[in-house]
């Protein structure tokens, strides 16, 4: 039997640190579905394409790892992939009340769920999309934080919205 897990998130822009997630769910896991968030009430610097297709020149390498997108409830989309294992980033304490809280809501709603937490690699657990953003708004380079492809399409996206 195939072990399946899903990645969900926004992923307004993927930065390293997303990554060093996924790298390490590709490692515990037959298959990785990092699955992005379409969610129209939310409002994304990066069309759902845009942030596929960032996902998808990041990634480059990982076999077992693909890039989907998903809107409504995230236990629908599990079900719908036939998995149960859900993947979720904790870069710091404050970020456990929350995923405590999205996990158990999650298991009430599916109760096969299981939520895995990874921590991404030290370097990373202070690394957020919107700072990512808010730098290079500000002019800076974001290259420590992303990888170039998603660099190439900030900067341009960013030079687009002025």
Known sequence: MSRLAVYPGSFDPVTKGHLDIIQR????????????????????TFSVSDRIEMIEGSIR??????????????VDYLRSKKSHILIRGVRVVSDMDY???????NRRLYKEVETVFLMPDEQYTYLAASMVKEVARLGASVDPFVTPVVARTLKRTLKRSR
Request: net charge negative; no cysteine.
């Open 25 to 44: 769910a590709a490692r515990l896991f037959d298959f990785v579905i990092v699955a992005v968030s379409n969610n129209s009430a939310k409002r994304h």
């Open 61 to 74: 390498g990982l076999p077992n790892v693909d890039v989907d997108t998903f809107s409504g409830l995230l």
């Open 99 to 105: 995923e405590f809280q999205l996990a158990s809501f």
